[in-house]
């Protein structure tokens, strides 16, 4: 392709970011859009675009060319300033940011099965009722109630572990979850490709079917009830008085203690997403993440060339698991209740048409994704179905068709297309943009390799790499 | 020295025996060719050889040890590396990840290491580098280690397939029509590539060949399959002369008329 077929509006965006790019441009960009968005969103809390605006300020922060540390600083401003006291004026938006960091954390942790080592699992969120459950069960009542009939639990039954246990339940509930994909892994690993995506699929339905009926002979689950109360952990009364001093006068009102839970759990959250994105890059540039991606790849060749496919598949299945569990722990813990219902398929297929939409192995796409996927379900549908409703209640009619707005069907309600927006997505994506949002890419060492390659050309005639010979070793 | 000692070996499809006892007695530091015609169960023997297929009967035992009953990677992990027919290279990795994938029991780094980034990891991973492109540079590739492995053309990517297979230090290497597809250039280049396999790195070749004028140039002994059994063995003019094996290539009738 040639410069001048180009269409005007391309040369146009080119040079857009050619300027946007350049030199400091990137930095002042940055920072007048934050704090545009910021006050925006501050002035008029309900205004769904300038909300929009500050989701986007930290796209434009990943992405635009700045130094490390400023990527550093500024993000964590965001997320640790201007999103919570955001978050606590309009209390909504606190929900929005939470469930994206909490679906951000699953999808992490599906893309290292789906994205990394190919194995299409259509029953993730099993996992993370694992998590959940396993919370939900020690730290509520529910031990005390293994043989009452659900729902009449007793006045006064004491918790059975303090709510601090909360800390090292999330360890526990990732070594749980991790034991318990490594167990099913076990036989299903065996099977490829579409069978393995079945199976995955049974299995999800299994938890979800086993959470629903286990309220007896012993009530373990509550049945369809769910369990609540399940307790949350202690904040320190301390911080939470300075925080307060802090929050007040920026939010405009006294924050509750509800609040403050929200806003920990989101924080919390958030270290659980550094933990995964840490443990993902690093183990990607491994011996490990090299062994999930050529069997990803071709499994039979990474076989041949000494890599233990079922062992290598096993710890991705493993470690995804794992991320899902503590995930469960912790929104257990926040919802302080937990019912089979928060688990079922359309969960999992969530959770894989954020990967998929974001990019199949890409850390920054999955966010990305699982963003987009949030936002679009709490906020774009929900607010096409205010304004439609508020429409059926007014006079106004379609022109030209002379349709009144009135007789429009219910079912039609834009929030109840959550399903058919997934399928789209999916299939849209599948057609044009099979690698996502923003696709993954490898590690480039250019540098290094040429270093190497000129230092075997200086050694000259010594091309052959020395230690290669195995009767040397043998 | 025998490398390489394969007893009654047998693979089985259904009804089908695709190798059929056959025997082979493989010296150390030997160029050793199998050719057959299409379907004569070349591909299978390399298959049942390396654990991807499991044999019915017969036994391997390679440098002391059995090969029979092992998984492909535990094959790799004795010294025996293959290439595939049809190339089967990690395509959306970089060639650089492609070859230190080849390297993947030599390296003493787990998931821990990997994660806590201790300096035994690091000094690993950057000598596993440093062999990568020396092994690139052994196989005639410059320039393209950050290259994906798909975007080569195709006789670089057989080049790629032969430094990752060269990566896990074989003592036997078990190449699959590896000229195949090739132009008569990049052919004289293969073969003067596999020469300084065998003779600068000491490693032992086996060959399933389909081009002729390769098989004799190069190898020092050959064998014949046809419809799984081992028909001939002999030096490269032994071979020629054979009237099985023009019988097996050519047919009856043809082979009748070139005698007369």
Redo the contacts between chains.
């Keep these: 392709m040639t410069e001048n077929k180009k269409n005007p509006l391309a040369s146009l965006f080119d040079a857009a970011k050619a300027w946007l790019t350049r030199g400091k441009t990137p930095y002042i960009f940055i920072l007048c859009y934050l704090v545009v968005a910021a006050v925006w969103v501050y002035l008029s809390p309900r205004a769904v675009p300038a909300f929009l605006m500050l989701l986007s300020s930290a796209f434009f922060l990943y992405f635009m060319p700045t130094k490390n540390i400023f990527k550093l600083v500024v993000g964590l401003i965001l997320a640790l300033v201007i999103m919570p006291v955001i978050g606590v004026r309009n209390i909504f938006y606190l929900e929005v940011i939470f469930q994206i960091s909490v679906f951000s954390a699953l999808a992490l942790g599906l893309n290292i099965v789906v994205g990394f080592a190919g194995l299409l699992n259509l029953g993730y969120v099993a996992f993370y009722a694992v998590g959940a459950y396993l919370w939900a069960f020690f730290g509520s009542q529910q031990l005390y109630l293994l043989n009452e009939i659900p729902g009449t639990a007793p006045p006064n039954t004491p918790f059975f572990l303090p709510a601090s246990s909360f800390y090292l339940f999330l360890f526990l509930g990732m070594g749980v979850a991790a034991l318990v994909g490594f167990l099913l892994g076990l036989p299903v690993l065996r099977v490829r490709g579409d069978y393995l995506a079945i199976v995955t699929l049974g299995f999800g339905e299994v938890i979800r079917v086993l959470a629903n009926n286990l309220d007896k002979p012993l009530n373990l689950t509550n049945g369809p009830q769910g369990i609540t109360p399940i307790q949350r952990p202690p904040l320190p009364a301390g911080l939470l008085v300075a925080l307060r001093n802090i929050m007040t006068p920026l939010v405009g009102r006294s924050v509750t203690d509800n609040e403050f839970y929200n806003l920990f759990f989101y924080i919390l959250a958030l270290m659980v997403i550094v933990v995964v994105i840490v ?1 993902v890059n ?2 990607d ?4 993440g ?2 999930w ?2 069997v990803r ?2 499994e ?10 079922v062992k290598t598949k096993l ?1 991705a299945f493993a470690i995804g698991a794992s991320f899902a569990g503590v995930m469960g722990v912790l929104f257990a813990a926040s919802r302080t209740f937990v019912s089979p219902e928060s688990f079922n398929f359309m969960q999992s297929i969530g959770v894989l048409s954020m990967v998929i939409l974001g990019g199949l192995g890409s850390i920054p796409g999955v966010i990305v994704g699982a963003a987009v996927v949030v936002v679009l379900n709490l906020q774009v549908l929900q607010g096409l179905s205010l304004w439609l409703s508020a429409l059926r209640q007014s006079d106004a009619v379609i022109p030209i068709i002379n349709f009144a707005w009135k007789n429009l069907s219910n079912q039609l309600d834009p929030a109840k297309y959550q399903r058919l927006l997934f399928g789209v997505i999916l299939i849209l994506m599948m057609i044009y943009r099979q690698t996502g949002l923003i696709p993954a890419e ?5 540098a ?3 270093e ?2 000129n230092d ?2 200086n050694n000259n005639g010594n ?9 040397g ?2 | 020295m025998t490398l390489l000692d394969v007893k009654g070996l047998t693979k089985r499809f259904g009804g089908l025996t695709a190798v059929d006892r056959i025997d082979f007695d493989i010296d150390e530091g030997c160029m050793y060719s199998i050719i057959g015609p299409n379907g004569s169960g070349k591909t299978t023997f390399f298959n049942s050889l390396t654990g991807i297929y499991k044999p019915e009967e017969g036994e391997v035992h390679f440098n002391g040890h059995s090969l029979i009953g092992l998984r492909p990677d535990q094959v790799t992990s004795l010294n025996v590396a293959r290439t595939f027919q049809n190339i089967r290279l990690f395509g959306s990795m970089t060639v650089l990840e492609n070859i230190i994938v080849g390297m993947h029991h030599h390296l003493a780094q787990n998931t821990f290491t990997a994660l806590l980034r201790t300096k035994t990891f690091k000094d690993e991973e950057e000598a596993s580098r440093r062999r990568a492109v020396e092994l690139m540079s052994f196989v005639g590739l410059r320039g393209v280690g950050d290259e994906l492995a798909q975007n080569l053309p195709y006789g670089g990517q057989r080049r790629v397939e032969i430094a990752r297979a060269l990566a896990s230090k074989p003592k036997l290497l078990l190449l699959d029509e590896p000229t195949a597809g090739m132009n008569p250039q990049e052919t004289v280049d293969a073969i003067a590539l596999f020469r300084r396999i065998r003779d600068e790195l000491g490693i032992t070749i086996i060959l399933i060949e389909h081009d002729m004028k390769v098989v004799m140039q190069i190898s020092e002994r050959i064998s014949v399959m046809d419809y799984g059994k081992k028909i001939a063995e002999g030096l490269p003019a032994e071979i020629r002369a054979d009237s099985r094996v023009i019988e097996a290539y050519l047919g009856r009738g043809a082979a009748a008329e070139m005698n007369h």
């Design positions: 443990v690093r183990l540039d491994s011996k490990i090299r062994a991606m050529a790849e071709d039979l060749a990474a076989a041949a060339m000494g890599v233990p496919v710890l490898r590690r480039k060492r250019a290094e390799i040429t190497i390659e075997i050309e091309g052959h790499p020395a230690e290669t010979s195995p009767a070793e043998v």
